[in-house]
């Protein structure tokens, strides 16, 4: 079974720092794109940043661009976010997904796996 699962989410004071991770099982998305997307309440979804798992290349949006950094432990089979001086605005359900198209845009191609989804909370 293809599975995606994400954590790391809490509640942190405007300004802190969370990880986030995504663990894959049943595949190696070594070859793959992966993705980090959120949705906030009332909001659509929104792709914020990927990573193209073999190459390293990575891209973000500009709301995130200098504060969260994505990486890969491809032993470990996981992707991580790191998030940091996180902003009430940054509150929302985040997930991963694979594989995506990342490059200058973060793009799905209705073949993805989800996670469920760890949400952040940021407190002002």
């Known amino acids: 079974e293809l599975r995606l699962v994400e954590s790391g989410g809490g509640l942190v004071q405007a300004g802190g720092s969370l990880r986030l991770s995504c663990t894959a099982s049943?595949?190696?998305?070594?070859?793959?794109?992966v993705g980090w997307f959120r949705q906030a309440p009332g909001k659509e979804r929104e792709g914020i940043s990927c990573?193209?798992?073999?190459?390293?290349?990575?891209t973000y949006v500009d709301s995130v661009k200098g504060r969260f950094t994505i990486s890969s432990n491809n032993a470990m089979n996981t992707v991580y976010l790191q998030m940091n001086d996180l902003k009430s605005e940054d509150t929302a359900l985040y997930y991963c997904?694979?594989?995506?198209?990342?490059?200058?845009?973060?793009?799905?191609?209705?073949?993805?796996?989800w996670g469920q989804g760890t949400r952040v909370s940021v407190s002002s």
């Open positions: 049943g595949f190696d998305f070594e070859d793959y794109a």
């Open positions: 997904a694979t594989p995506i198209s990342c490059g200058t845009a973060i793009d799905l191609m209705g073949l993805e796996v």
């Open positions: 990573i193209n798992v073999r190459i390293g290349s990575t």
